[in-house]
């Protein structure tokens, strides 16, 4: 199992220099869990997104079957499927959530037009909103009371790539603004014109949206805020130094103007390094504080698919836990 540990740890280390940063504060329990999830939630998106279109619905349901075989016991030969089947066996994950992560793959690999910001926000739960309750597994918090706050965290951080990664969507056929977003900012059926070039009279409009769209991830990490009571020092300082920066991401966007054409926003290492100790610091000092816009924030009542748990959602990004009991 060392073998397999050193394999996943490669795997965020090599595509998530944020998340390998924020996963090194954790207690080595709750890191190795942790990683788990990440290289099999990354084994996942490279086994569909690096195949040929043609065969990406094949790929989804070798992993379909895989993540059944995993939940049954059945004995894994990769290392990073060995590392996942024993954390979610330890750490009991529902096996819903993990299959909720490939319905979301199964949204791309369809096709999925997004027309309203319902439809956003469903993907939204499907692709990363499942994976904070997956993490919440993982570092053993203390609180279902949590577990709404954590799923909006997810959805925060979807939402911010979502918006730094319009221009490389674009380029792969996606689109995930919605229409009526674009719409209310001069662009409506730009799907439309998936296909073509990215169309430089959409730029304008399209940073509009984008900073539409941001502003709904600032309500959505200040409910991700109101859950981080629930977890260990250890395990606060690290979720909070990802929100950190992954939110700093957004601030950079708006620094260019929300320009979908500006190129790829990052955090540089060092800002990423002030974040950290910030975020260790606030953890330290107990405080809840709301980096965010506050505001009521919710996942559309429609998807009737919800876990029931996540369907109980918290009035305000900064409840209290009695609110959320």
């Known amino acids: 199992m060392k073998e397999a540990a050193r394999v996943s740890a490669q795997v965020i280390e090599k595509h998530s220099k944020s998340f390998h940063l924020a996963s090194r504060v954790l207690p080595p329990d709750a ?11 990354r084994r996942a998106d490279d086994a569909v997104d690096l195949v040929a279109p043609s065969r990406q619905q094949e790929a989804l349901d070798t992993l379909f079957d895989e993540l059944r075989l995993v939940y049954e016991g059945a004995e894994q030969d990769d290392p ?12 009991r994950i529902p096996f819903r959530y993990a299959q909720d992560l490939l319905r979301g793959m199964h949204m791309d690999v369809q096709g999925q037009r997004y027309e309203s910001m319902d439809d956003l926000l469903a993907y939204c739960y499907y692709v990363a909103g499942c994976v904070g309750l997956m993490m919440c597994h993982a570092m053993g ?3 279902d009371w949590a577990l709404a706050n ?12 979502i918006c730094r990664d319009v221009l490389e969507d674009w380029e792969r056929d996606r689109l995930y603004i919605p229409d009526e977003i674009l719409a209310e900012c001069g662009t409506g059926g730009l799907a439309d014109r998936l296909g073509s070039p990215f169309p430089p009279d959409a730029a304008e409009p399209v940073s509009h949206a984008i900073a539409k769209l941001l502003d709904e991830a600032d309500r959505y990490y200040a409910s991700g805020d109101a859950g981080l009571p629930a977890l260990s020092l250890r395990c606060s300082m690290s979720i909070r130094t990802a929100r950190s920066v992954y939110s700093a991401i957004g601030d950079r966007l708006r620094r260019v103007g929300c320009d979908p054409l500006a190129g790829r926003q990052y955090v540089p290492l060092g800002r990423k390094l002030v974040l950290m100790a910030s975020s260790v610091m606030r953890s330290v000092g107990g405080g809840l504080v709301s980096l965010g816009r506050s505001g009521p924030v919710s996942i559309p009542e429609r998807v009737l698919e919800f ?19």
Do not use: K
Request: with cysteine.
């Open 150 to 161: 954590a799923t909006h965290l997810g959805m925060a951080m979807q939402i911010t790539n």
């Open 31 to 41: 890191r190795i869990h942790a990683v788990a999830l990440y290289a099999w939630c």
């Open 80 to 91: 990073v499927l060995a590392l996942f089947q024993e954390t979610v066996h330890e750490r």
């Open 141 to 143: 918090t203390r609180g």
């Open 307 to 325: 876990p029931d748990e996540v369907l109980t959602l918290p009035t305000h990004p900064s409840s209290s836990r009695s609110s959320l009991a």
